[in-house]
């Protein structure tokens, strides 16, 4: 068992744990697909749901990086993070395009972050998911849980169309951890590949807890992929453990896996989230490709 997710964060020490385990790689730094970084009155009201626990997460979840922006994105420099995502979604109509300004201003500003946007099931959402690649957009965020919408909702038929036609990876949150929605599980998106079999997907936290059927969509469809966002950490394996027996297709999907950290919202040390991924013993090069190559491959990172 690894300790070192009790490091304190913002550490020195942490952050030469972190980069000792990309360096003994031989790797140039991190990617990191699953960030957030939002306006601050939505990034504060997300902070406020984990310090209640939320009325379905049934438990304890400090947020481990708590701090300011400009902090937070120094603390992933620090950790030798050379890309990583500024993962915004609404949570009800007449918001995304609102995020997507500020996603766009965001990118701007910091080179290191991939232009990131999101939609809703909303009259519109064609038109400012056409106007998000247009400016540049490289990943898009859709979360069905928070969200409460189905990603077969008819009003995402143009914007589905439009980002498999650009071929813009989307970090779709479907799975039913931590907390289940109306809309989440694999049989949406099960549907909604069968409409765009070459939809660019990133099932996020390796669709748990539905892992093994998210697996089975990686493995059927050419473009989708998983990213291990807090999967194998203490945290998600006390109440959603990943299948043993299915570890060995984790180790044949090793191309189309990314690593997700979702820094900051996270209830331990970041280092904890790579030691993760190291102790199941897959291999460096199934490392090195899940903490870098892969992603660097994806958006063009040199």
């Known amino acids: 068992m690894c300790n070192d997710h009790h490091l304190p964060p913002f550490s020195t020490d942490e952050a030469e744990a972190v980069r000792t385990i990309w360096q003994d790689l031989g790797l140039p730094g991190l990617i990191d ?30 947020i481990a990086y708590r701090a300011d922006e400009e902090q937070r994105v120094d603390v992933l420099r620090s950790f030798g993070v050379r890309g ?35 939609f809703y099931p909303e009259e519109g959402a064609d038109d400012y998911v056409a106007a998000a690649i247009s400016a540049g957009a490289q990943i898009f965020k859709s979360h069905i849980q928070v969200g409460a919408y189905s990603p077969i909702d008819p009003l995402l038929d143009g914007v589905w169309g439009r980002i498999d036609d650009a071929q813009i990876p989307v970090i779709i949150h479907c799975g039913s951890g931590p907390a289940p929605g109306e809309f989440t599980g694999p049989d949406p998106i099960t549907i909604l590949l069968q409409r765009f079999p070459t939809l660019p997907l990133v099932v996020a936290h390796m669709g748990a807890p539905e892992y093994e059927a998210f697996l089975d969509l990686a493995e059927r469809y050419p473009n989708v992929r998983l990213d291990t966002t807090m999967s194998f950490t203490d945290f998600f394996e006390t109440d959603a453990p990943f299948p043993k027996d299915a570890m060995g297709r984790v180790r044949d999907l090793g191309g189309k896996i990314l690593f997700g950290s979702d820094f900051p919202n996270i209830p331990y040390g970041y280092a904890h989230a790579l030691q993760a991924c190291v102790r199941l013993d897959l291999g460096d090069d199934w490392l090195r490709r899940v903490f870098h190559d892969n992603a660097a491959a994806l958006f063009g990172i040199s």
């Open 33 to 62: 697909v699953h960030t957030h970084f939002m306006p601050k009155p939505v990034m504060d009201k997300v902070w406020a749901y984990f310090d209640s626990a939320g009325p379905l997460l049934g438990r304890e979840w400090p």
């Open 84 to 118: 990583y995502s500024s993962m915004i979604y609404p949570h009800k109509p007449q918001m995304a395009q609102w995020l997507n300004s500020w996603g766009t201003e965001f990118a701007a500003g910091h080179p290191d972050c991939l232009h990131t946007a999101t």
